[in-house]
């Protein structure tokens, strides 16, 4: 089974500030991780997500994530906040494509950007 | 009209009430889930059905009633709901169950009950 661990369920950022969420996973086998946003009221959006080959993959929103295997991490950046950055920011992961897999999400990140 | 639609986007219900949400999906995927999500709580899974099959209800009261006529279509039929039945229902559908591609979400319902 896999599992995502997101720490500090708000995060509060200066604009223009760096942007930075942790995303730790747990899976027994090769994972496909994957970053969602969700406004207010709204769906959660696909931001990026890694299956394989380039560890770091560029999303929208000029977000990017790193894939570190030894680190287990996918943490997710980018340069500088923008006050439309503000939402909830979730972290998946999933078995490889191998099998049944549900996604597993983390608790979630609730972003606010102080202008 | 592509992407994953729900309808309605807000619902308010009295207890005693039967209604139904409504999902579709213009993808092509052959799974299709519905998620509760409430405030301050992670996302939970509810039900996932593939090729309208039920293939997981993870222990979700009966009031909640779930059916699935073709892979496009997704109901969600609820009846003597409880106020902490209060969420926002999401929909999210994929290509099937191995979750590589991950899920497209629609909107959801925002549901209240009085």
């Known amino acids: 089974a896999q599992s995502v661990t997101q720490l500090g369920s708000h995060v509060s950022v200066s604009e223009g500030a760096l942007v930075l969420l942790r995303c730790n996973y747990s899976?027994?086998?090769?994972?496909?991780l994957f970053w969602y946003v969700q406004y207010p009221n709204q769906g959660l959006q696909l931001l990026l997500k890694?299956?394989?080959?380039?560890?770091l993959v560029k999303g929208i929103n000029g977000f990017e994530a790193e894939f570190k295997k030894s680190e287990t991490s996918f943490h997710l950046t980018k340069p500088s906040a923008h006050m439309s950055d503000a939402a909830e920011y979730f972290c998946?992961?999933?078995?490889?494509?191998?099998?049944?897999?549900?996604?597993?999400f983390g608790k979630g990140n609730q972003v606010v950007v102080i202008p | 009209e592509t992407g994953v639609t729900q309808t309605p986007r807000h619902l308010v219900m009295g207890m005693t009430n039967k209604k139904s949400l409504k999902c579709e999906q213009h993808?092509?995927?052959?799974?299709m889930y519905w998620y509760k999500q409430s405030a301050k709580k992670p996302l939970e899974l509810m039900f996932v059905?593939?090729?309208?099959?039920?293939?997981e209800n993870n222990s979700v009261p009966s009031r909640f009633s779930p059916e699935c006529p073709n892979s496009s279509h997704l109901f969600l039929h609820l009846h003597t709901l409880q106020p902490e039945d209060s969420a926002l229902y999401l929909c999210?559908?994929?290509?099937?169950?191995?979750?590589?591609?991950?899920?497209?979400f629609g909107s959801g319902t925002r549901l209240t009950v009085v």
């Open positions: 890694y299956t394989t080959g380039a560890t």
């Open positions: 998946a992961v999933s078995g490889g494509g191998k099998g049944n897999n549900r996604l597993a």
């Open positions: 899976s027994s086998v090769p994972p496909y």
């Open positions: 999210a559908s994929s290509q099937d169950l191995r979750g590589g591609g991950g899920y497209t």
């Open positions: 993808l092509g995927h052959n799974a």
């Open positions: 059905y593939s090729l309208e099959e039920r293939v």
